[in-house]
């Protein structure tokens, strides 16, 4: 009786280009579901003006239109960034207190969004399925 044989090549090159679809894949929506939850955290409407500690209210929403997401493909790995491109994002997260560029005196509590959406998503559920 004849032994049973198995025989595996792997293509390096082809192997590694499906291998990084497949991470840009899940990267893609893994994207998706951190600006989903920033924009969800950012979303409650103003007045009354958020206080310090808490989310910024939305006014005019461009903080809530602003977020991105960027995929980068290079030789060794796959990277996910994900923005925001607003100017005042930065001064909303971690606060600010000091002389502006206008010379305003400013002091202005932390309203934290970023952190708080990353933390809160959940990114084992509702993975979508593969193309």
């Known amino acids: 009786m004849a032994q049973p044989k198995l ?26 579901f951190m600006i989903n939850a920033l924009e969800a955290q950012v979303s ?26 960027v995929i980068k493909r290079r030789a060794l790995s796959v990277d996910l960034r994900v923005f925001t491109n607003v100017p005042y994002s930065r001064r ?14 400013i002091n202005q509590g932390p309203r934290p969004y970023f952190r708080v ?8 559920r509702g993975i979508a399925v593969d193309p």
């Open 7 to 32: 025989k595996i090549t792997i293509r390096r090159r082809a192997f590694t280009n499906k291998v990084k679809k497949r991470i840009e894949f899940n990267l893609k929506t893994v994207g998706m």
């Open 44 to 69: 409650t409407p103003w007045p009354p003006a958020s206080r310090v500690g808490e989310s910024p209210h939305r006014r005019t929403g461009k903080l809530r239109g602003g977020f991105q997401m």
């Open 92 to 105: 909303l997260e971690f606060g600010f207190v000091g002389t502006d560029r206008l010379g305003r005196n």
């Open 117 to 124: 959406a990353i933390a809160k998503t959940n990114i084992g």
